[in-house]
């Protein structure tokens, strides 16, 4: 029981050092090898992905709350609910993820994944499909450094924020039509 009490406190220290911005710690919670997924949406691996990933959650004002704690052995079965300033700008108060797993080698995360439900995969979806074509008319420069070539969207801290301010004005022009 203390380990799976261990693991709890493991999950809540990271939820707390994402919390607080501090990305370096979270790495640190991390093996070399983690693998990082939102289940049907994308998958990250190795550390280097994953510091891109939580510097755009820096960049976007994540925040994390992990509730509902089941545990055995090396893992850790929770939810979690995460808001942020592009979720908001996107008009979602949270997303919740009712499905979320830490396996843990050595005390450190060795893989996370968490399921989101199909309606706000489907929601988030709708809203990039509109997003994306207005970005790229209206803001061409900075889709440019948003993202690739291919249209995939690179995760780092600048581009959390920025996408944070286009969705707003987008939103705008939305609400004003």
């Known amino acids: 029981m203390t380990e ?6 493991l999950v809540e220290s990271f939820q707390e050092s994402v919390n607080r911005k501090d990305v370096d710690k979270v790495l640190t919670m991390f093996t070399e090898d983690a693998e990082f997924e939102l289940v049907g949406i994308s998958k990250y691996s190795g550390k280097e992905q994953i510091k891109n990933l939580f510097d755009y959650d820096t960049g976007v004002n994540g925040e994390l709350k992990f509730t509902d704690f089941r545990s055995e052995e090396n893992t850790v079965h929770c939810q979690l609910t995460e808001r942020n ?5 996107m008009g979602i108060n949270e997303l919740t993820f009712p499905s979320c797993t830490f396996v ?3 005390g450190l995360i060795q893989s996370f994944s968490a399921k989101v439900s199909p309606e706000m995969v489907q929601h988030n979806t709708e ?6 074509p207005w970005c ?3 803001h061409p420069h900075e889709y440019s ?4 070539s291919e ?3 690179i995760y780092n801290r600048e581009n959390g924020a920025g ?3 286009l969705l707003r004005k987008w939103g705008e022009r939305q609400n004003n039509k």
């Open 4 to 9: 799976n009490v261990n693991l709890q406190n």
């Open 85 to 89: 300033d592009r979720l908001a700008a």
């Open 104 to 106: 843990f080698q050595d």
């Open 127 to 132: 809203v990039w499909q509109k997003f994306i």
């Open 136 to 138: 790229k008319e209206n």
């Open 145 to 148: 450094k948003m993202f690739t």
């Open 151 to 153: 249209g995939r969207f």
């Open 163 to 165: 996408v944070v301010l």
